[in-house]
Structures are given as C-alpha cells and as structure tokens.
Antibody, heavy 119, light 108 residues
Framework: EVQLVESGGGLVQPGGSLRLSCAAS????????MSWVRQAPGKGLEWVAH????????YYVDSVKGRFTVSRDNAKNSLYLHLNSLRVEDTSIYYC?????????????WGQGTTVTVS | EIVMTQSPATLSVSPGERATLSCRAS??????LAWYQQKPGQAPRLLMY???TRATGIPARFSGSGSGTEFTLTISSLQSEDFAVYYC??????????FGGGTKVEIK
C-alpha cells in the first residue's frame, strides 16, 4: 500500500523550532518530487515547500523562506521539514504529499498530517 | 503569482442532484489544473488533473472541464460521501503552487 506518515508535530513557543518527518512506503521514494502543504485551522490549503528527487532543487513559499528547510533521505524513504523561528501564523496541520513529476506537479498521495501549534 | 478563485464558497445540494463548482485563474494555466476533495478530519484526495482526467479510483460521476482561466468540476449525481470541501490547484508556472479557497458542498 502506498502510504505517507507524518510525525514530529507539537506545541512550540514563538521563535522555537521543530522537525517534521514523513515516512514513505509502498513506492520508490527516490523517483518522486515531494512537497509539504499546510492547512491553518478552519482555512484552506497552502503549499509550503517542494524538493526534487536528488535535493538539487528546493522551493519555498515566500512566507517561510529563510525559516523552513526541506530535506530528504532517500535511503530511509523519508522527507523532512525543519521549522525555525516559528510564528503564531505557522500554526497548521502539515501534510507531506507525493508529486509525480515536474510537469505533472500535482499532489497525488497525501499523508494524514501532523499538527503544529505555535503559542 | 497566479491567484485561483473558487465559487461559490458554499453550495447546498440535495442528494442525487448535480453540483457544479467553478474555479477561475488570474491568468491562463492552460489545462494544468487539479481538483482535490477533503472531508472533515481527513487529508485531501486527488480527484482530477490536467483539468479533465480522473485520478485512479475516482468514480465517473466526477467530471472536469475547462482550459485557460475558467474551469468546472461537475458531480453528476451527489452521493452522501461527496459532501466535502473541494479545492482547485494550478501547476503551470511554479513555484508557487496555489490553491483556490475551496467550495464546501453541503446537504440541502
């Protein structure tokens, strides 16, 4: 079964840090771009970060540039998001999502999400 | 940045009726448009991509149309499991990837 499982969320004070993880299974993780998408309480979806298979390309939404870092470990089938200098407005459910390709940049598989609360 | 606008914000529909959801892009996205469904407490699920191609396992009652700046998601006969929030997303010139604000389909 193709699956993504996030972990690492929690309650953190403003200015604090967290590392989110996403464990992939059921597919060849190293073949796919991956993304993080977040959803603030009661709000819509916001793309956060995007990483190429070999980490040679990384992209971020403007609001997190310089504060968040996306990385991956293909040997461990894992995706990470390092969150630094957290703000109250970063409070969200964070989803990792699989992306089939650079031209087909859709989110075809999603994890169940991990909740980050900054307060 | 391409802005995606969905309408209406809420759509009240009776089971068995047709639902038509709209998504507008601030500039042309060709057919690089995806739709997602999200039920309460769940992650989003991919419904449609390339504007009109159903994702794996999506029932035929879901159809997508449009190109350029105007897109439509149609649910031909609403089932109880279809009441959810629906989002559109473009993927033509990224980053960033942007989503619409969502349309909530509720029971009338």
């Amino acid at each position: 079964e193709v699956q993504l499982v996030e972990s690492g969320g929690g309650l953190v004070q403003p200015g604090g840090s967290l590392r989110l993880s996403c464990a992939a299974s059921g597919f060849t993780f190293s073949n796919y771009w991956m993304s993080w998408v977040r959803q603030a309480p009661g709000k819509g979806l916001e793309w956060v970060a995007h990483i190429k298979q070999d980490e040679s390309e990384k992209y971020y939404v403007d609001s997190v540039k310089g504060r968040f870092t996306v990385s991956r470990d293909n040997a461990k089938n894992s995706l990470y998001l390092h969150l630094n200098s957290l703000r109250v407005e970063d409070t969200s459910i964070y989803y990792c999502a699989r992306v089939p390709g650079s031209r087909l940049a859709i989110f075809d598989i999603w994890g169940q999400g991990t909740t980050v609360t900054v307060s | 940045e391409i802005v995606m606008t969905q309408s209406p914000a809420t759509l009240s529909v009776s089971p068995g009726e047709r639902a038509t959801l709209s998504c507008r892009a601030s500039q042309s996205v060709s057919d690089k448009l995806a739709w997602y469904q999200q039920k309460p407490g769940q992650a989003p699920r991919l419904l449609m991509y390339d504007a009109s191609t159903r994702a794996t396992g999506i029932p035929a009652r879901f159809s997508g149309s449009g190109s350029g700046t105007e897109f439509t998601l149609t649910i031909s006969s609403l089932q109880s499991e279809d009441f959810a929030v629906y989002y559109c997303q473009h993927y033509i010139n990224w980053p960033p990837f942007t989503f619409g604000g969502g349309t909530k389909v509720e029971i009338k």
